[in-house]
């Protein structure tokens, strides 16, 4: 599997009513988001990444006053599975500036924690690696995902973030069948969202005595 760029569509502030309906007949799809940093409050929401099983991947670049209804659809949507990697972030991003109240989420950084043990590598990178034996490109993580263009190499970037996540999810499903984890990884990711609000409200190491 490569990444082919005729099946990436790069498309402003929300999906059209077209694409709802198209990722909204889907079971799995994969989700990254791009942002200005790391802290919601402060920093933008720049860019949601969708993929279906079929590699049909759309880049929406949320701009101010960041409206977009039918992603809010979509993500609210429980029949559609939402696959993320580390989506603790992205959770708690989209919910600050689209008020999305996701539901259906799955993690494959969460999985991974749970089921590959014998590791403490569960970076994306790391995890399509040994799972998939793919090498994906990090170097455009860090660039400016603010800017009114972006250039090739981020759109590729933020592409190949989203085009081997239902692989990887169907891979660690496996897993956690095979290690009797599976139960515990839907209820650690069912509870993800709620672990985004409360990051959101400045609670840290909630769970601390
Ligand atoms: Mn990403």
């Not at 790391?38 to 933008?44: A, F, G, N, S, V």
């Not at 992603?71 to 008020?99: M, P, Q």
């Not at 170097?139 to 009114?148: F, I, K, R």
């Amino acid at each position: 599997m490569k990444l082919n760029l005729e099946n990436v569509q790069l498309i402003k502030n929300d999906l059209s009513e077209e694409l709802l309906d198209h990722y909204s007949s889907q079971d799995l799809l994969a989700v990254d988001c791009e942002m200005m940093g790391l802290i919601p409050q402060r920093d933008k929401l720049c860019l949601v990444q969708i993929s279906d099983s079929n590699e049909k991947i759309t880049l929406v670049k949320t701009e101010p006053p960041h409206k977009a209804p039918n992603l809010k659809a979509l993500f609210e949507n429980s029949k559609v599975r939402k696959i993320f990697h580390f989506g603790r972030t992205d959770l708690a991003f989209l919910y600050h500036w689209l008020n999305i109240d996701i539901k259906n989420v799955f993690c494959t950084k969460t999985a991974s924690k749970l089921v590959r043990t014998y590791t403490d590598k569960h970076s994306l990178k790391d995890l399509l690696k040994e799972i998939l034996c793919v090498d994906i490109d990090k170097n455009s993580q860090l660039t400016d995902w603010g800017a009114p263009e972006l250039t090739k190499e981020q759109i590729k970037y933020a592409a190949s973030d989203v085009l081997y996540l239902i692989p990887a999810y169907k891979k660690l499903i496996e897993l956690l069948k095979r290690e009797n984890r599976l139960e515990i990884a839907e209820e650690a990711c069912a509870f993800l969202p709620n672990l985004a609000k409360l990051d959101l409200f400045g609670y840290t190491d909630f769970f601390a005595h």
